[in-house]
């Protein structure tokens, strides 16, 4: 029951090249930054991962991007990120865009055993009718678009079909933890973090804090712990996205 290891290395340790990540956060906000200076430092590479976004230049998961460890992305936001636009436009990364509320329910569906949802986002556009570019030739012609998605009415209104999502391990940040893997996030945090949690079939927790079983009221834990696999008491340098002040 004791699902504490002892370094970010020792967590990631298994993740193989051409694993798909779940990986938790809201632009810099709650994303599991110590878990990814240790994968990167695995040197494993060809990753599919899911996240909101994919971080910024060199920090986050921009720092596996950078070092081309990322062969495609399935998000929902990439504005700040001058190297993820470079490498889809140069047709070195593949990418899948879905609407962000969308995102959010097929993960959430992948972790509760839901293999599929009607959504009346995306109805009418390239999302629900196909052609959305998702890799580009070196030359700027489309290499590979979208197909189109099954769409049907219900009660007068359309809605398209959406595929849930899990992936092989999920990378996430919580504040509390206790030893059997049960989960705390702190405010915003919350984000994407619960959903990839349960969304990864081996799922590790990077923490601010551990705690003995019973410490964690059990009406405020988020993600329980049968959705993690591993704990690991990692901090990394925490950065804010983009720095607004008065003059």
């Known amino acids: 029951m004791d699902k504490v290891v002892g370094s970010a290395a020792e967590a990631v340790a298994d993740i193989p090249s051409g694993s798909s990540l779940a990986v938790g ?20 590479d060809d990753l599919r991962t899911v996240s909101n976004n994919c971080g910024v230049d060199e920090w986050g998961l921009g720092s596996l991007l950078k070092a081309k460890r990322i062969s495609k992305t399935t998000g929902s936001y990439v504005g700040e990120n001058k190297e993820f636009e470079r490498q889809f436009l140069t047709g070195e990364l593949e990418v ?3 609407p962000q509320g969308t995102l959010a329910e097929r993960l959430r569906a992948g972790g509760a055993g839901i293999p599929a949802f009607y959504t009346p986002g995306g109805v009418g556009t390239q ?12 030359d700027g012609s489309v290499a590979l678009a ?39 996030y702190e405010k915003s945090a919350q984000n994407f973090n619960p959903l990839c949690a349960a969304a990864g079939r081996i799922t ?32 990394a340098e925490k950065r804010i996205e983009r720095r607004t002040v008065r003059a």
């Open 25 to 44: 956060g809201f632009g810099l906000c709650g994303i599991p930054q110590a878990l990814i200076e240790a994968l990167l430092a695995t040197g494993v």
């Open 96 to 98: 899948e865009l879905v």
């Open 127 to 138: 999302v629900a009718d196909g052609g959305l570019p998702q890799r580009y030739h070196p």
């Open 146 to 184: 979208s197909e189109a998605k099954e769409v049907r009415s219900f009660d007068g209104r359309d809605y398209v079909l959406e595929r849930a999502i899990t992936c092989d391990f999920a990378l996430v940040h919580a504040r509390f933890a206790d030893r059997h893997g049960n989960l705390v």
């Open 204 to 235: 590790i927790a990077e923490v601010e804090e551990i705690v003995e079983p019973g410490q964690l009221d059990p009406a405020l834990v988020h993600t329980p712990g049968i959705f993690v696999q591993r704990v690991v008491l990692a901090t």
